[in-house]
């Protein structure tokens, strides 16, 4: 692996030759520049932008690509925060590069996803599988496909969007990130090759030649205190009532506060959770409404039981699950994925971000700070998940 900065961009390259290039400070055109030279230098198929809206205006981002690398595919969206060879960023942009020699890739948008329909997604997602498939050169058989979805997070429709293309997928693992816009909730952005735009979902089928695994990984567990969804607005993600309390009341209660303390502080380091089959998973809280209802970053009803978690420890989770998987497929090349905005604002309120922005370089992780997760059909909340890409043969 070798690292190098010029100028306000550092650089690094993998033993696989995957690429990353990252800055805070850097302007668009000097982004999409450094790209276009490292692009240069080998054959890639595809690159991967994480980026913050505030900095970089995702029009802008399509423009520099088109000028400056127009041969190259890539595919993007905004964030609430960046994992970069470095560590944790803000307020910055970071470009993954993967090699053509390990990976074939095929993007495609879906845009205004929230009304395209469950039959529509599945559809178009078969059609663009099967036609991808047929693309790949036969002569090696030791391939693995995966999907990488980049989704709107603030539509209300992740659930739905992530089990239509599950189907349409037809087996083929999914990992994804819902895109954020720094905690502000009003927009988030998804861009690639000619498109820049909300309400959309880029999907890339990715084939690699290098050992692969997806991976999900969250660090709570239940606690005995049961919150019952006795009223909600489904569609809005809002719940009025737990327990027959409003529901911030209830929430409060149960973690030890007064609803007037409730943040998005609170709301990471006290996550609930809901049971699926032997495992759990989390169910993130979006804000505090001005009624005391609680918005989610995923889909509730009436009826639905959560269970009030504590923390195993973020950190020690973490490296738990990579070392799982450097058993499965041996030394980790490069990982990418997701961290959930509340797993960063958890280890803020623990004082643990420098533990894990140091297991993060360790362990060779890029991604960003997401709204929500995909994992093959689930749309999921407060988790790190991503692929791990083993090494290239020596």
């Known amino acids: 692996m070798q690292s190098s900065t010029a100028g306000p961009i550092s650089q690094k390259r993998y033993s696989s030759g995957i690429q990353a290039l990252w800055s805070k400070t850097a302007t668009t055109d000097q982004v999409c520049s450094s ?49 970069t060879p470095d560590g944790l960023q803000d307020d910055g942009i970071v470009a993954i590069l993967l090699p053509a020699r390990w990976f074939c890739v095929h993007t495609f948008v879906m845009q205004n996803i929230a009304n395209l329909g469950m039959e529509n997604i599945a559809q178009y997602t078969s059609d663009q599988r099967e036609s991808f498939l047929d693309s790949l050169p036969q002569t090696d058989p030791a391939q693995t496909q995966f999907a990488l979805l980049l989704i709107d997070g603030l539509t209300y429709s992740e659930e739905t969007v992530t089990v239509a293309i599950d189907r349409g997928l037809a087996g083929i693992p999914l990992i994804g990130g819902s895109a954020g816009d720094n905690l502000e909730f009003i927009k988030t952005w998804q861009i690639s090759n000619g498109h820049a ?4 979902a880029m ?16 660090n709570f567990v239940p606690t005995e205190h049961k919150l019952v969804v006795t009223e909600s607005d489904p569609n809005q993600r809002r719940i009025s009532e737990f327990n027959a309390e409003p529901a911030a009341v209830a929430y409060a209660n149960a973690i030890g506060m007064r609803p007037d303390e409730l943040d998005a502080g609170s709301f990471a380091s006290y996550s609930v959770i809901i049971r699926m089959g032997d495992k759990h998973y989390c169910r993130s809280i979006q804000q505090l ?30 490296r738990q699950a990579i070392e799982e998987l450097e058993h499965k497929i ?43 997760e995909q994992y093959n059909s689930m749309h999921i909340n407060h988790t790190f998940t991503g692929i791990a890409i083993g090494m290239p043969p020596e």
């Open 35 to 83: 790209i276009a030279g490292v692009n240069a230098e080998q054959d890639f198929s595809a690159c991967i932008i994480w980026f913050s809206a505030s900095c970089h205006h995702p029009e802008a981002l399509v423009s520099g690509m088109a000028q400056h690398s127009p041969a190259l595919k890539f595919c993007g969206c905004s964030t609430s925060g960046e994992i």
């Open 197 to 200: 735009c909300t309400g959309a």
């Open 203 to 218: 999907l890339s089928l990715i084939s690699c030649k290098l050992p692969c695994q997806v991976y999900t990984n969250n």
């Open 289 to 318: 409404n001005d009624d005391l209802s609680l918005t989610f970053f995923c889909a509730i009803d009436n009826g639905l039981v959560l269970t009030l978690a504590r923390s195993e420890g973020m950190v020690s989770s973490s």
């Open 330 to 372: 041996g030394p980790i090349d490069v990982m990418f994925g997701f961290d959930c905005i509340y797993r960063k604002l958890d280890a803020q309120y623990r004082q643990t971000s420098h533990r894990i922005a140091e297991l993060y370089k360790e362990k060779n992780f890029i991604g960003f700070n997401s709204y929500g």
